[in-house]
């Protein structure tokens, strides 16, 4: 049976949560590879909203196994509120599972992360404070403690103490501040260990097992291509593999498992917090996709800054991610805007490329624009290609062309049903 990998191609936000909640549908497992809480995905169904930042999207299906990948960093605090949130909205969570490789933030993680941008002040990189770098530094490290610790209290004690004394060190002689009480994070942590211990299993087998034994599997990344550690906009990334090889890595599976390669971008682009953005919006036309667009994070409620549809990045994207497909989301946000812009190309010291520089400063980065002229009609009622205005269909396969890639879903509205299949052959034969 197919495995389908979706992943965000832009700077994160392109609504992986309603399709990764559309596609899973028909899926048997859907499977988290990597990231934290620092991200959120928003799944709304009639007039529920649910909002995800641990569990797999797929969770609103009672037939669909979740798995919290071994890559994937877990707060226990936020874990379990997300939990007993699903289930005060009668969603039944018996089927979430977190690997027992997954590494646990812990209370200094979080004052680590915010100590450290508080220090960087402007240089910061605008981080959720959520602890999710310093997790994976410990993690790097070989100094971080894994869900399988939480079994093991002996063992937690030791490396918690060791870690709490090494800690200490840096907060109070580099930070100056006041260090952390061992009891109390030890007695907090105890506590999570009971409430989520039935839930930590070995991952690795149970998805090797799936595989063999034929079942739909889905996996789901966090952030986006261009957050990549390795491939996005460093330093201003996150901490991860977001790409479509991070699934590798973040759930022990050999690439041969991995089918087809499905991308998620905006019609347009956000991104939060600080870091290059050769295409962002400096006028008023930023407010007007910010408001029709709701672009404020799901985890942090900042507002996203907003700019138009970079080809140049999102085909760097989708070459590192080898994307099979295309998914289009938030077309209907541009639907009020007279003139629409596309980036083609840059200017980047004096010569004119079509390619995303490894080193890229916004000071040095023009963008080469292609305009179209808008449709100016509401379209987000409409659920066939056919019936889209003139205008939209030229900026669609404008698109499609430029990248040489099928899109093979256009999103028209966060609600589940505000979908437009564009080519139904594929979507069945993928997802059916």
């Given at each position: 049976?197919?495995?389908?990998?979706i992943?965000?191609l832009?700077?994160?936000?392109?609504?992986?949560?309603?399709?990764?909640?559309?596609?899973?549908?028909?899926?048997?497992?859907?499977?988290?590879?990597?990231?934290?809480?620092?991200?959120?995905?928003?799944?709304?169904?009639?007039?529920?909203?649910?909002?995800?930042?641990?569990?797999?999207?797929?969770?609103?299906?009672s037939?669909?196994?979740?798995?919290?990948?071994?890559?994937?960093?877990?707060?226990?605090?936020?874990?379990?509120?997300?939990?007993?949130?699903?289930?005060?909205?009668?969603?039944?969570?018996?089927?979430?599972?977190?690997?027992?490789?997954?590494?646990?933030?812990?209370?200094?993680?979080r004052?680590?992360?915010?100590?450290?941008?508080?220090?960087l002040?402007?240089?910061?990189?605008?981080?959720?404070h959520?602890?999710?770098?310093?997790?994976?530094?410990?993690?790097?490290?070989?100094?971080?403690?894994?869900?399988?610790?939480?079994l093991?209290?002996?063992?937690?004690?030791?490396?918690?103490?060791?870690?709490?004394?090494?800690?200490?060190?840096?907060?109070?002689?580099?930070?100056?501040?006041?260090?952390?009480?061992?009891?109390?994070?030890?007695?907090?942590?105890?506590?999570?260990a009971k409430a989520?211990?039935?839930?930590?299993?070995?991952?690795?087998?149970?998805?090797?097992?799936?595989?063999?034994?034929?079942?739909?599997?889905?996996?789901?990344?966090?952030?986006?291509?261009?957050?990549?550690?390795?491939?996005?906009?460093?330093?201003?990334?996150?901490?991860?593999?977001?790409?479509?090889?991070g699934?590798?890595?973040?759930?022990?599976?050999?690439?041969?498992?991995?089918?087809?390669?499905?991308?998620?971008?905006?019609?347009?682009?956000?991104?939060?917090?600080?870091?290059?953005?050769?295409?962002?919006?400096?006028?008023?036309?930023?407010?007007?996709?910010?408001k029709?667009?709701?672009?404020?994070?799901?985890?942090?409620?900042?507002?996203?800054?907003?700019?138009?549809?970079?080809?140049?990045?999102?085909?760097?994207?989708?070459?590192?991610?080898?994307?099979?497909?295309?998914?289009?989301?938030?077309?209907?946000?541009?639907?009020?805007?007279?003139?629409?812009?596309?980036?083609?190309?840059?200017?980047?010291?004096?010569?004119i490329?079509?390619?995303?520089?490894?080193?890229?400063?916004?000071?040095?980065?023009?963008?080469?624009?292609?305009?179209?002229?808008?449709?100016?009609?509401?379209?987000?009622?409409?659920?066939?290609?056919?019936?889209?205005?003139?205008?939209?269909?030229?900026?669609?396969?404008?698109?499609?062309?430029?990248?040489?890639?099928?899109?093979?879903?256009?999103?028209?509205?966060?609600?589940?049903?505000?979908?437009?299949i564009?080519?139904?052959?594929?979507?069945?034969?993928?997802?059916?």
């Amino acid at each position: 049976m197919p495995s389908n990998v979706i992943v965000g191609l832009q700077w994160g936000d392109e609504g992986k949560g309603k399709i990764t909640d559309l596609l899973s549908k028909n899926s048997d497992y859907v499977i988290r590879y990597q990231g934290g809480n620092n991200s959120g995905h928003s799944i709304h169904v009639k007039s529920s909203r649910f909002i995800l930042h641990l569990i797999p999207s797929g969770v609103i299906y009672s037939n669909v196994k979740c798995i919290i990948g071994p890559g994937v960093v877990i707060d226990p605090k936020s874990f379990i509120k997300e939990i007993q949130d699903l289930e005060l909205m009668n969603i039944n969570t018996s089927k979430v599972f977190l690997s027992k490789r997954a590494h646990i933030t812990m209370p200094y993680h979080r004052l680590l992360d915010q100590y450290k941008e508080e220090i960087l002040k402007n240089k910061s990189i605008g981080t959720t404070h959520r602890g999710i770098g310093p997790t994976y530094e410990d993690k790097t490290a070989r100094m971080g403690i894994r869900a399988l610790d939480l079994l093991n209290l002996k063992n937690f004690y030791k490396k918690l103490k060791y870690n709490i004394n090494f800690k200490n060190k840096i907060i109070t002689k580099i930070y100056k501040k006041e260090p952390i009480v061992f009891k109390l994070i030890y007695e907090e942590y105890v506590e999570y260990a009971k409430a989520i211990s039935n839930r930590i299993i070995d991952a690795v087998y149970e998805i090797h097992d799936a595989f063999y034994n034929k079942k739909k599997i889905l996996f789901e990344g966090a952030q986006a291509l261009l957050l990549d550690i390795d491939y996005g906009t460093y330093p201003y990334v996150t901490t991860s593999f977001t790409s479509t090889g991070g699934v590798c890595i973040g759930t022990g599976i050999p690439p041969h498992f991995l089918e087809n390669f499905i991308g998620i971008a905006k019609a347009y682009c956000t991104r939060v917090g600080f870091g290059p953005f050769p295409t962002e919006i400096n006028n008023d036309i930023n407010n007007i996709i910010r408001k029709k667009g709701n672009e404020y994070g799901s985890t942090t409620n900042r507002p996203r800054r907003c700019g138009w549809l970079d080809l140049i990045a999102l085909k760097y994207s989708c070459m590192i991610n080898g994307i099979h497909f295309l998914i289009i989301t938030k077309l209907d946000v541009l639907s009020e805007l007279e003139i629409i812009k596309v980036g083609i190309k840059y200017k980047y010291n004096g010569k004119i490329i079509k390619y995303f520089p490894a080193n890229i400063e916004e000071k040095d980065i023009e963008v080469i624009y292609i305009d179209f002229p808008g449709w100016e009609k509401d379209i987000s009622h409409i659920n066939k290609y056919e019936n889209l205005p003139k205008n939209c269909k030229k900026y669609i396969k404008f698109i499609e062309d430029y990248l040489n890639i099928e899109i093979l879903l256009i999103s028209v509205g966060s609600e589940r049903e505000q979908n437009i299949i564009k080519n139904k052959y594929s979507f069945f034969k993928i997802f059916s």
